[in-house]
């Protein structure tokens, strides 16, 4: 089944203890990307990735690192999280190139930072 | 900031159409409409996408004005599992998909 994997679903962590979110895709995309979500506030992009070893910040990028080192993964990796990063998470992929691309997303991963 | 502008909230009856507007008055012309949802706190999941045409598949159907300006997602048969958050967006590309806040359907029996 074509899919994109999140682990964890759901993590309670403490302030400053480094965690990482994986993601993993079976689709062979190109593209793959990170999102929070937040009452309120929609979907907001925080990295995205065209391509293994290429990546690039969206909109909310501070306190967070990725990694595309192979096509099927991106970790999202906060290095000392914070309790504003309590959020819900989700990573998705697609294919790349012009035109129309649809997204395909990860059931999400759900942060509490104490 | 959204290129789209939705209704923060639609009601339906189940068995009937929903219709949800989506205003993007400011749309290129190389730039595709998107409509996904996501129900509660799910993952958002891909409903339909058109450029200039209708487009129909077997979620939903896409109507398209013919200056590109607007367009309305149809669910002809709403049911209580189409209770959701339902998101318009135009983009050329998916480097930077900007979601919203969407149009929470609520579909009642």
Redesign the interface.
């Given at each position: 089944e074509a899919q994109?994997t999140q682990n964890p679903r759901y993590l309670i962590t403490v302030t400053g203890k480094k965690l990482t979110v994986t993601c993993s895709q079976n689709m062979n995309h190109e593209?793959m990307?990170w999102?929070r979500?937040d009452p309120?506030?929609?979907?907001r992009?925080i990295y995205?990735s065209?391509n293994v070893e290429v990546t690039?910040k969206?909109?909310v990028p501070e306190g967070y690192k990725v990694s595309r080192k192979e096509k099927r993964n991106f970790p999202l990796i906060l290095e000392s999280p914070s309790p504003n990063q309590t959020s819900?998470y989700?990573c998705?992929s697609?294919s790349?190139?012009?035109?129309?691309?649809?997204?395909?997303?990860?059931?999400?991963s759900?942060l509490t930072v104490l | 900031d959204a290129k789209t502008t939705q209704p923060p909230s639609m009601d339906c009856a189940e068995g009937r159409a929903a219709n949800l507007p989506c205003n993007h008055s400011t749309i290129s012309g190389n730039e595709y409409v998107y409509w996904y949802r996501q129900i509660h706190s799910q993952g958002p999941q891909y409903i339909i996408h058109g450029l200039k045409n209708n487009e129909t598949n077997e979620m939903a159907s896409l109507i398209i004005t013919e200056d590109r300006k607007s367009s309305t997602l149809i669910l002809p048969h709403a049911t209580l599992r189409d209770t959701a958050v339902y998101y318009c967006i135009v983009d050329y590309n998916t480097d930077k998909l900007i979601f919203g806040t969407g149009t929470r359907l609520q579909v009642f029996p």
């Amino acid at each position: 089944e074509a899919q994109v994997t999140q682990n964890p679903r759901y993590l309670i962590t403490v302030t400053g203890k480094k965690l990482t979110v994986t993601c993993s895709q079976n689709m062979n995309h190109e593209y793959m990307s990170w999102y929070r979500q937040d009452p309120g506030l929609g979907l907001r992009q925080i990295y995205y990735s065209m391509n293994v070893e290429v990546t690039d910040k969206g909109d909310v990028p501070e306190g967070y690192k990725v990694s595309r080192k192979e096509k099927r993964n991106f970790p999202l990796i906060l290095e000392s999280p914070s309790p504003n990063q309590t959020s819900l998470y989700f990573c998705a992929s697609s294919s790349a190139g012009a035109g129309a691309n649809v997204l395909t997303f990860g059931a999400g991963s759900r942060l509490t930072v104490l | 900031d959204a290129k789209t502008t939705q209704p923060p909230s639609m009601d339906c009856a189940e068995g009937r159409a929903a219709n949800l507007p989506c205003n993007h008055s400011t749309i290129s012309g190389n730039e595709y409409v998107y409509w996904y949802r996501q129900i509660h706190s799910q993952g958002p999941q891909y409903i339909i996408h058109g450029l200039k045409n209708n487009e129909t598949n077997e979620m939903a159907s896409l109507i398209i004005t013919e200056d590109r300006k607007s367009s309305t997602l149809i669910l002809p048969h709403a049911t209580l599992r189409d209770t959701a958050v339902y998101y318009c967006i135009v983009d050329y590309n998916t480097d930077k998909l900007i979601f919203g806040t969407g149009t929470r359907l609520q579909v009642f029996p």
